[in-house]
């Protein structure tokens, strides 16, 4: 119970969300070139608390890389992991 308490209080902590999305926002783009150079044909990315949004912040940029980014939200909304692919695979 105490676990969950703490995990709730870095969630709410603003310096923590913000280490967080950076983090994830560089995990994407890294993500996004390494399949875009052909090095892999797709890359999952998982544990993202903010990968649903960053998925639509991305969307434009993966279609013009042709790319497509597939969220794949958890059961209990607390995030998704973050499907990247070729669109013509």
Same mark, same amino acid.
């Given at each position: 119970?105490?676990?969950?308490?703490?995990?709730?209080?870095?969630?709410?902590?603003?310096? =923590?969300?913000?280490?967080?999305?950076?983090?994830?926002? !560089?995990?994407? =783009?890294?993500?996004?070139?390494?399949?875009?150079?052909?090095? !892999?044909?797709?890359?999952?990315? !998982?544990?993202?608390?903010?990968?649903?949004?960053?998925?639509?912040?991305?969307?434009?940029?993966?279609?013009?890389?042709?790319?497509?980014?597939?969220?794949?939200?958890?059961?209990?909304?607390?995030?998704?992991?973050?499907?990247?692919?070729?669109?013509?695979?």
């Amino acid at each position: 119970m105490e676990r969950h308490a703490a995990r709730e209080n870095a969630a709410l902590d603003p310096e =923590e969300t913000r280490r967080r999305l950076t983090s994830e926002v !560089a995990e994407v =783009e890294s993500a996004m070139a390494l399949v875009a150079s052909g090095s !892999a044909t797709r890359i999952t990315l !998982a544990g993202l608390r903010f990968g649903g949004q960053l998925a639509e912040r991305f969307s434009a940029i993966a279609r013009l890389k042709g790319l497509r980014l597939e969220p794949l939200p958890w059961p209990d909304d607390s995030g998704c992991d973050l499907v990247v692919r070729r669109s013509d695979e």
